[in-house]
């Protein structure tokens, strides 16, 4: 579960659990986080968590909130954003455990409309219709158990990517010229007669036939329609164009 | 031009790199005009029955429909036209086929899918969808999402709560809000789109979407639109190049010409003759 950790000039204060759909922070007494200074606004700021997110929300206060030094009215949170009120400062953690062996990441599962509840007192659980135990895991438990999730972006970036690459003309008008291989896909040839795509993978550069009647010449090769995988300094024939891949280094 | 010149259909699906079993089912056939795309969950085997049972009802029934269905006919009941009130129909028998399975046999208990069916005809596609599963099209260089999810994250992005660069982070990415065969009822939502020649759309599970960007994904539908097997194949491998911690399911359908449906004596006389 994410959790602020509230501290003043570098002195830890207080722990506090993200247990509540909506934790209000203010000076008055009646604030979930009540923090008695004059610098703090009667409703300073609320902060909504719904299941592994939270958002925190400036109450429009008199002095703001501040995020990681940026003044906010509204936030999506982090982890170890650092949220400023006053002197007093807020750290946000929401360490949940990182991907690592459960083939569960991710599993789709279905949100019932009413399902967002604050983690709820044991009675909630004998109050739902009986037509749901069993059928899918209990919406509030469920992301938590299952949220093998971390900070981490879930689109997440190539896990590796090949040394950098080019591609260098070795006749016609443009015989010397050379393309860098920075995209994932880079087309070569004429559209309409004879075109090849360059795929950049994880471990390596591979060519593959796109169209046209005639098949690219690799070092000789004629290719079949599998892609092919280009060693370094190899020579490359398309539309009457020669050309020859090689790594930078 | 009859629908199976002018459409080319490209399917495929895969486990991905991580999952063992491949929860998402595809059809597709040019000829009919349909392709239809599902992403099951629930435990063990439940999720592929589910998403197996929606494409095969689906494909199934509307197969029979198709051929004598007039598509723009407008029911008398329920003032709808004839195309939306047939997807409606098969999507409510398909739910309650698998609601019924999930109800009576313990191991398919909390079963669902998703789903994606598009349904072309007269230059016009009808695209119903549920769950997060999705239907992008590419029209000249605009690559844009046309289904909506139905999931919380969607919901949160509507309603203000984040901003889309934000969404990419959410931990939130894999609650839908709609399913077939999870309860009773279920809603399909419709929406027609006009069609031109050119066109190319992509219907995917969030396998496809949840790891690999749009822009990766509309450059590589681009650059390849002149062999779609070939981009049918780099998608997936690009989503499996990317970690593949889902199954991985894409359905291209190129637009290679106009299948305007024969509206004059004079056109239709003609269309005797082809």
């Not at chain 1, 015989?175 to 390596?204: D, M, N, S, W």
Request: glycine share 8%; net charge negative; charged share 20%.
């Amino acid at each position: 579960m994410a959790k602020m950790i509230l501290s003043m000039d570098g002195l830890v204060l207080k722990e506090i659990p993200l247990n509540k759909e909506r934790l209000t922070i203010g000076r008055k007494p009646h604030n979930d986080i009540q923090i008695d200074n004059l610098a703090i606004s009667g409703e300073h700021a609320a902060i909504v968590t719904i299941l592994n997110d939270s958002f925190l929300e400036d109450l429009n206060s008199t002095n703001g909130t501040l995020v990681n030094g940026q003044p906010i009215k509204k936030h999506f949170l982090k982890n170890n954003d650092v949220v400023e009120l006053g002197k007093y400062k807020l750290k946000y953690i929401n360490d949940t455990p990182s991907i690592g062996g459960s083939a569960d990441f991710e599993k789709t599962m279905v949100l019932r409309a009413g399902a967002i509840k604050p983690p709820a007192p044991e009675k909630d659980k004998d109050a739902e219709p009986p037509t749901l135990p069993g059928a899918s895991p209990a919406p509030v438990a469920a992301p938590v158990a299952a949220a093998e999730a971390t900070a981490a972006p879930a689109v997440a970036a190539p896990a590796q990517t090949p040394a950098p690459a080019v591609i260098q003309l070795l006749n016609g008008p443009n015989a010397g010229k050379e393309l860098e291989l920075a995209k994932t896909l880079t087309t070569l040839g004429k559209p309409g007669v004879q075109v090849a795509v360059i795929a950049k993978r994880p471990h390596g550069y591979f060519i593959t036939h796109v169209e046209g009647a005639q098949f690219p010449v690799v070092s000789g090769k004629t290719l079949d329609a599998q892609a092919h995988q280009l060693e370094d300094h190899d020579v490359i024939e398309i539309a009457g164009i020669k050309m020859e891949f090689f790594y930078k280094t | 031009m009859k629908l199976a010149e002018a459409l080319q259909v490209v399917v495929r699906t895969d486990p991905g790199v991580v999952r063992s079993h491949n929860e998402d089912a595809v059809w597709g056939d040019a000829a009919q005009g349909l392709v239809i795309l599902a992403d099951g969950m629930g435990g063990y085997n439940a999720g592929e029955v589910a998403s197996g049972m929606a494409t095969t009802l689906l494909s199934t029934n509307l197969q029979q429909i198709i051929p004598e269905c007039k598509p723009r006919e407008i029911d008398a009941l329920s003032g709808k036209c004839l195309a939306h009130q047939h997807i409606i129909e098969q999507v409510a028998l398909a739910n309650d086929s698998i609601y019924r399975a999930a109800q009576s046999q313990p191991q398919y208990a909390g079963m669902g899918t998703t789903l994606v069916i598009a349904w072309f005809f007269d230059n016009t596609v009808s695209v119903g969808h549920i769950g997060d599963s999705r239907l992008y099209r590419l029209r000249g260089e605009e690559f844009r999402q046309i289904t909506r999810d139905h999931s919380l994250l969607q919901e949160q992005l509507d309603s203000g709560m984040i901003t889309p660069e934000q969404a990419k982070y959410s931990q939130n990415k894999n609650l839908v809000t709609r399913a077939l065969g999870v309860d009773p009822e279920v809603e399909v939502e419709i929406h027609d789109y006009e069609v031109l020649p050119g066109d190319i759309f992509l219907l995917c599970s969030d396998g496809l979407s949840d790891m690999v960007e749009d822009e990766e994904i509309s450059m590589t539908v681009q650059t390849l639109q002149s062999n779609l097997d070939l981009a049918g194949d780099q998608l997936i491998q690009m989503a499996n190049d990317n970690g593949g911690r889902d199954n991985v399911s894409v359905i291209l359908v190129k637009v290679r010409g106009d299948f305007a449906a024969p509206s004059g004596w004079w056109q239709k006389l003609l269309a005797w003759f082809k």
